[in-house]
């Protein structure tokens, strides 16, 4: 009996180390498509076992869409991509990224436009 117990804590104090939540997001916003290219950073062993489950998009503080996983699309990361139509200066998009089995990672980007390129150089 206390082999099983013994062996049942060893697995539950190892679970952590084989779990974690994404390690970062990236997101490229293309204001002239309104395109969003979205990497979330997780490396994981198997795609299908362990992987970004959800996808959770706000803008300006109001949820605007969600988009659920079975698998992640590379074992370094996770990749979406999204429409965004209502983006404009100014706007905060808050990416809320959840793991299969443990933790979340939330980023929000302020869009800023470049800058018109001077006339003259063209």
Request: proline share 6%.
């Amino acid at each position: 009996m206390k082999e099983i117990i013994l062996a049942t804590l060893i697995v539950f104090a190892a679970l952590p180390a084989l779990t974690h939540p994404p390690e970062s997001i990236h997101m490229n916003f293309e204001p002239e498509s309104s395109i969003a290219v979205i990497e979330i950073e997780h490396s994981v062993r198997d795609v299908s076992a362990h992987y970004i489950k959800e996808v959770n998009i706000s803008l300006n503080g109001e949820e605007i869409l969600t988009q659920s996983f079975s698998r992640q699309s590379a074992p370094s990361s996770q990749q979406a991509v999204y429409y965004l139509h209502e983006v404009s200066e100014g706007d905060n998009i808050e990416v809320l990224a959840s793991c299969s089995l443990s933790g979340s990672l939330n980023r929000i980007f302020e869009i800023t436009l470049p800058e018109d390129e001077d006339p003259e150089e063209e």
